[in-house]
């Protein structure tokens, strides 16, 4: 499975992104799917995720009520719509697929990862 990260960019705080993962190789609709963040000096940590089904999701505290994430309706590409950022909600994204048998939020329970796309928030 190949994961491509897209729609990253420059944008005002305040203002929004949509970023998209398109896979391919292989279909990932039976893969849970999840949205992890970098800043730069930082850890990898979590987003969002969503369930294989499209109908279950999980998010940070941080990020909750102002990013969403969702499946395409094939369920092969998964995006995040973020909302009302913020210079904090600045690093570089990357998708991951799980085949874990619940929603994960551990870097380690995702088994394939695309090559991140950057986010600039200026203040």
């Known amino acids: 499975v190949q994961l491509q990260a897209s729609g990253g960019g420059l944008v005002q705080t305040g203002g929004s992104l949509r970023l998209s993962c398109a896979a391919s190789?292989?279909?990932?609709?039976?893969?849970?799917m999840g949205w992890f963040r970098q800043a730069p000096g930082k850890t990898r940590e979590f987003v969002a995720a969503?369930?294989?089904?499209?109908?279950?999701?999980n998010y940070a505290d941080s990020v909750k009520g102002r990013f969403a994430i969702s499946r395409g309706n094939a369920k092969n590409a998964v995006y995040l719509q973020m909302d009302n950022l913020k210079p904090e909600d600045m690093a570089v994204y990357y998708c991951?697929?799980?085949?874990?048998?619940?929603?994960?939020?551990?870097?380690?329970?995702?088994?394939?990862w695309g090559q991140g796309t950057q986010v600039t928030v200026s203040s």
């Open positions: 969503i369930n294989w089904n499209g109908d279950s999701t």
């Open positions: 190789g292989r279909t990932v609709n039976g893969y849970h």
């Open positions: 991951a697929a799980s085949v874990a048998p619940f929603i994960p939020i551990q870097t380690g329970a995702y088994v394939y």
